[in-house]
């Protein structure tokens, strides 16, 4: 697979993935069709149910398969078929360690039932006692130190629940929607899993790439990737995508690119208006603290630093 590394591989993930001899990913990140009618390019998303699930079955055994023996393995699906998934990953001894919900605006309005707002993450491990949890790369400070300045308070922030409702839909007004796929993951999500559940040069994939997040949340995080795609046209785009991403490298006096891309994850995270914290002189050190805590590299950053930055960033958020 090392010729495939960073690159984007047009073919079927089933094929593909079966040719491969090694475990090679540390983490996998899929995103199949869900089933319900969508209209990709090279794929029909309304299949007879038995057919779905057997097809669900052989991607993610060929998964299993290259996944290493401390990889971890992350599926968002619907509704219809969460089930079907975490029945077929026990059968293949994947251990289930979070039932995440992702829950978002913008959902999918119904006439003659409640609104469709969430989507369902699963995440697995190929062995539960060994395997990557970086719990610093996605603490986020808590109500007892953002609201209550209570000092029992953990300094190094808390973690996210297992509900994630911080992540909007990636809708066609965004700037970071790209118009040539209909189904689009929001980096920030991305960010999260890779940062928490990789290191900095280990391999992500992506069997169903899609529109190419996986490939760019892992590139702007010193990760490697592998993404596998049918269509053609969607790796066409995809690459695209990541090429004009790599011409955008940000220089700045004080922070090198995966900082930058870290610290706008942290503001995404916190949730807070951006001119709150940089005119809060408490918030704004408080920040200053999370990101050290998140970037875990014994790197000092002054809130004078942090702040010079943020302003700079202020237009891009």
């Known amino acids: 697979m090392q010729k495939f590394l960073n690159q984007i591989v047009c073919g079927d993930c089933i094929e593909v993935l079966g040719s491969v001899k090694e475990p090679f990913a540390d983490l996998i990140f899929a995103d199949p069709p869900f089933n319900i009618g969508y209209k990709y390019d090279k794929y029909n998303d309304k299949v007879e149910h038995n057919n779905y699930i057997a097809w669900t079955k052989d991607w993610m055994t060929a998964c299993k398969k290259v996944l290493k023996p401390d990889g971890s393995f992350y599926i968002a699906i619907g509704d219809d078929y969460a089930a079907d998934v975490k029945s077929i990953a026990d059968k293949l001894r994947l251990f289930m360690r979070n039932w995440i919900i992702w829950h978002y605006t913008f959902g999918q309005q119904m006439k003659n ?50 509900v994630w409702d911080g992540y909007s839909r990636v809708c066609g007004t965004f700037k970071e929607r790209t118009a040539f796929h209909p189904c689009q993951m929001p980096e920030s999500l991305l960010k999260r899993i890779i940062a928490v559940s990789s290191n900095p040069a280990d391999c992500v994939l992506d069997p ?11 590139y702007q995080l010193g990760r490697n990737y592998v993404g596998i795609e049918i269509s053609e046209k969607y790796v066409e785009k995809a690459n695209e995508r990541l090429t ?30 951006l001119k709150e914290i940089t005119s809060d002189r408490k918030l704004l050190r408080l920040f200053a603290n999370q990101f050290k805590v998140r970037m875990n590299n014994h790197k000092e950053y002054t809130r004078e630093q942090i702040l010079s930055v943020v302003e700079v960033l202020e237009s891009e958020i």
């Open 208 to 218: 169903f790439i899609g529109s190419g997040t996986t490939a760019a949340a892992a």
């Open 113 to 162: 039932k409640f609104s469709r707002s969430h989507t369902h993450i699963f995440y697995f491990v190929n062995d539960e006692k060994n395997f990557t949890f970086n719990d610093y790369a996605v603490r986020v400070p808590s109500d007892r130190q953002l609201i209550y300045g209570d000092k029992r308070a953990n300094t190094a922030g808390k973690m996210p629940d297992d």
């Open 244 to 273: 004009e991403l790599k011409k955008q490298q940000t220089e700045n006096l004080f922070l090198n690119t995966v900082e930058l891309t870290e610290l706008k994850q942290l503001l995404s995270d916190i949730g807070k208006p």
